[in-house]
């Protein structure tokens, strides 16, 4: 069956533009997750969705991060006044449920000039 | 202390030769532990995942646990050139979220 989507693959944005990422989760995965991946470094957790609800947001570095899950199923990564620091890979997973073996997007690439 | 170490490598081995990869964790109460395996460019794919102690096998893939030790490794044997990736070490945090070493790159030469 289809993997875990994201588009677009590669974003280029200005310092100060405001971003969004979209997932399109596993179908019937009731988990899904965001992770940001900096060259040679692990995936760093975001935040977490459980349905629509996110259950987890201790990831987001700080309040110009948010994502939403209206419908239990894409969810959308939004960043405004992007930062050249938020230049990463971000990643999302997805889960039949909570604490399962979670299954990766191929990313976006998200570039700050 | 990061919450998982993995040694960054590169970690070199002749094709056929056994690759063996190690990650320590310092979460005690961590009770799932997952190996993954990210080609340049692309996204973390998983290989094995392990809750118990002891190993567990997998084709040319064996992962070890040992909780008191608090130590995972990843066994591949009859190594492949196209087994040169990073290697993921990642467990499993507060029931949901996955807390990842930095990876592990092994070079397999023909």
């Known amino acids: 069956g289809a993997g875990v989507s994201q588009t677009p693959s590669n974003k280029v944005t200005e310092k100060g533009k405001y971003v969004e990422l979209r997932c399109d989760p596993i179908?019937?995965?009731?988990?899904l997750y965001w992770y940001r991946q900096s060259l040679g470094q692990g995936p760093e957790f975001l935040i977490y969705?459980?349905?629509?609800?996110?259950?987890?947001d201790s990831g987001l570095p700080n309040d110009r991060f948010f994502a939403v899950r209206p419908e239990g199923s894409v969810s959308t990564l939004k960043i405004q006044r992007t930062e050249r620091g938020d230049s990463a890979v971000y990643l999302c997973?997805?889960?039949?449920?909570?604490?399962?073996?979670?299954?990766f997007g191929p990313g976006t690439r998200l570039t700050v000039l | 202390q990061k919450e998982v170490e993995q040694n960054s490598g590169p970690l070199s081995v002749p094709e056929g030769a056994i690759a063996s990869l190690n990650c320590t964790y310092s979460?005690?109460?961590?009770?799932?532990f997952f190996w993954y395996r990210q080609y340049s460019g692309k996204s973390p794919e998983l290989i094995m995942s392990?809750?118990?102690?002891g190993d567990k096998e997998d084709g040319r893939f064996t992962a070890q646990l040992n909780k008191a030790s608090q130590y995972v490794s990843l066994l591949i044997r009859d190594s492949q050139p196209s087994d040169s990736a990073t290697y993921l070490c990642?467990?499993?945090?507060?029931?949901?979220?996955?807390?990842f070493g930095a990876g592990t790159i092994l070079r397999v030469k023909s």
């Open positions: 979460d005690r109460g961590s009770q799932s």
């Open positions: 997973a997805s889960s039949s449920t909570s604490g399962s073996t979670q299954y």
């Open positions: 179908s019937g995965h009731t988990a």
């Open positions: 392990i809750y118990s102690n």
């Open positions: 969705f459980q349905g629509t609800g996110a259950a987890d």
């Open positions: 990642a467990v499993l945090s507060g029931g949901n979220k996955l807390v």
